[in-house]
T-cell receptor
Framework: SQKIEQNSEALNIQEGKTATLTCNYT??????LQWYRQDPGRGPVFLLL?????KEKRKERLKVTFDTTLKQSLFHITASQPADSATYLC??????????????FGTGTLLAVQP | DGGITQSPKYLFRKEGQNVTLSCEQN?????MYWYRQDPGQGLRLIYY???????QKGDIAEGYSVSREKKESFPLTVTSAQKNPTAFYLC?????????????FGPGTRLTVL
């Protein structure tokens, strides 16, 4: 069955540095992958979507890469700020094409940015 | 304000009781979803609906039921058959079904079985 792995340990970094979060998937090849941010006790918020034919996608300070050979996506936050502290969820798609596709969510990585 | 709402925020239930969680959206989205989140686990899909009067089971549908009589509403009933219902429940919607559409999540309902 499909398996998603994200760093289970919290990532602690200093303000201003670049945070890099990893998402690995096994046993399948998603055509799309999404990243979400979740704050404690709240619903996730969509950040970025990347397709298998896109190696990289950027949005302001965020950058996502998608390596279909390594079966891995990396999520980068440059010039990190304490307000970036949250749990980040990776969600590759799984399905059979078209409207029946679903997302499988990873357990998330907690990012803590220290001032 | 466009968005997706869930109620109540906190819900307590006695063992053996059914309980219904509300989810409403005014985004005019076709697709709606219910997820369950437990500590240390990713979101797991319970049910989803791509259109009114149609819904499909997700990965953990046992002990749950849904209805989709209106486009804006997708209530989830947690039945007494659900063996471990204490969890954080999240409702989401997207413009259409399919993973190429971002999902918009509600604030969640935390259900505790006493």
């Amino acid at each position: 069955s499909q398996k998603i792995e994200q760093n289970s340990e919290a990532l602690n970094i200093q303000e201003g540095k670049t945070a890099t979060l990893t998402c690995n998937y096994t046993n399948y090849s998603p055509a799309y992958l999404q990243w979400y941010r979740q704050d404690p006790g709240r619903g996730p918020v969509f950040l970025l979507l990347i397709r298998e034919n896109e190696k990289e996608k950027r949005k302001e300070r965020l950058k996502v890469t998608f390596d279909t050979t390594l079966k891995q996506s990396l999520f980068h936050i440059t010039a990190s700020q304490p307000a970036d502290s949250a749990t980040y969820l990776c969600a590759p798609e799984v399905g059979y094409g078209g409207a029946t596709n679903k997302l499988i969510f990873g357990t998330g990585t907690l990012l803590a940015v220290q001032p | 304000d466009g968005g997706i709402t869930q109620s109540p925020k906190y819900l307590f239930r006695k063992e053996g009781q059914n309980v219904t969680l509300s989810c409403e959206q005014n985004l005019n989205h076709d697709a709606m979803y219910w997820y369950r989140q437990d500590p240390g686990q990713g979101l797991r899909l319970i049910y989803y609906s791509q259109i009114v009067n149609d819904f499909q089971k997700g990965d953990i549908a046992e002990g749950y039921s849904v209805s989709r009589e209106k486009k804006e509403s997708f209530p989830l009933t947690v039945t007494s058959a659900q063996k471990n219902p204490t969890a954080f429940y999240l409702c989401a919607s997207s413009m259409q079904g399919g993973s190429y559409n971002e999902q918009f999540f509600g604030p969640g309902t935390r259900l505790t079985v006493l």
